[in-house]
């Protein structure tokens, strides 16, 4: 599971036992949020409120390879 640290300047994947296997800094003051994409799942994108290495840009979005894919999320149902 991989989860977005929010002021902790990054994101953290957790095993299925609960324990902490990588964490991936973002040059960001606020982490808001992550998602997986592409074809095969494995583009990671980084939703933040702003960007240390270029202030005038605000929020960004990044994006990173995996080397572990992003689940499929199935519809939500109303």
Do not use: K, Q
């Not at 036992?17 to 964490?23: F, N």
């Amino acid at each position: 599971m991989w989860v977005a640290l929010g002021s902790g300047g990054g994101i953290a994947r957790f095993a299925s036992d609960g324990g902490l296997e990588h964490v991936l800094a973002v040059p960001a003051p606020f982490v808001a949020s992550l998602c997986f994409g592409g074809a095969d799942r494995r583009d990671l994108y980084v939703t933040t409120s702003g960007n240390t290495e270029h202030p005038e840009r605000r929020g960004t979005v990044f994006r990173e390879r995996s080397d572990v894919p992003g689940l499929p999320v199935p519809p939500a149902r109303v």
